[in-house]
């Protein structure tokens, strides 16, 4: 819950000018977290991006149960931010931002997902564990810096995304 908590606290600091600026916008980074919200939710927090006000750099294990779990009875729920993926079998991350998460793209995700989580089990503790992430971010880390990537920042990512370029990166890292 803590990753939500951060996404949620972090999109109503980035409406305040106290803790917001263009030039100064609110960085919130999570691990593992769950999803912060409905897709309502998902489209504020853009406008927010957009505005050059907010960005969000969720990081998580592919597989792992926690970032991909919504609630039962809600399939409508959606991701903030940019996701970086981090793979078992591969040395460098995925990379993608949702331009305009919409209720059906959501809510048909989800539903696989959660047919998937229900009729497997597929080391599931081992893909939410702190040193699992470790081990994969630092994996990730040494391979990107090899590759000319290590200067790669937050700034970069939303820059290519926002302004709807191929990100220079592309070509190296699944997006």
């Given at each position: 819950?803590?990753?939500?908590?951060?996404?949620?606290?972090?999109?109503?600091?980035?409406?305040d000018?106290?803790?917001?600026?263009?030039?100064n916008?609110?960085?919130i980074?999570?691990f593992?977290s769950?999803?912060?919200?409905?897709?309502?939710?998902?489209?504020?927090?853009?406008?927010?991006?957009k505005?050059?006000?907010?960005?969000?750099?969720?990081?998580?294990?592919d597989?792992?149960?926690?970032?991909?779990?919504?609630?039962?009875?809600?399939?409508t729920?959606a991701?903030?931010?940019?996701?970086?993926?981090?793979?078992e079998?591969?040395?460098?991350?995925?990379?993608?931002?949702?331009?305009?998460?919409?209720?059906?793209g959501?809510?048909?995700?989800?539903?696989?997902?959660?047919?998937?989580?229900?009729?497997?089990s597929?080391r599931?503790?081992?893909n939410h564990?702190?040193?699992n992430?470790?081990k994969?971010?630092?994996r990730?880390?040494?391979?990107?810096?090899?590759?000319?990537?290590?200067?790669?920042?937050?700034?970069?990512?939303?820059?290519?995304?926002?302004?709807?370029?191929a990100?220079?990166?592309?070509?190296?890292c699944?997006?």
């Open positions: 819950m803590g990753g939500a908590l951060a996404a949620i606290f972090g999109f109503y600091a980035s409406t000018r106290r803790f917001a600026q263009k030039d916008p609110v960085r980074f999570t593992a769950a999803i912060p919200g409905r897709v309502s939710f998902a489209k504020a927090f853009q406008r927010q991006e505005a050059g006000l907010l960005q969000h750099l969720r990081i998580s294990n597989n792992d149960i926690v970032p991909l779990a919504h609630p039962q009875s809600e399939l729920f991701h903030t931010g940019v996701s970086l993926s981090l793979h079998d591969r040395n460098l991350p995925s990379i993608k931002y949702v331009q305009d998460p919409d209720w059906w959501t809510w048909t995700a989800n539903f696989l997902t959660n047919l998937w989580l229900n009729s497997s597929r599931v503790g081992k564990s702190t040193i992430y470790a994969r971010y630092e990730i880390q040494t391979e990107m810096n090899e590759k000319g990537m290590g200067g790669l920042t937050l700034n970069d990512i939303y820059s290519a995304y926002l302004d709807g370029a990100p220079p990166w592309s070509k190296q699944r997006y």
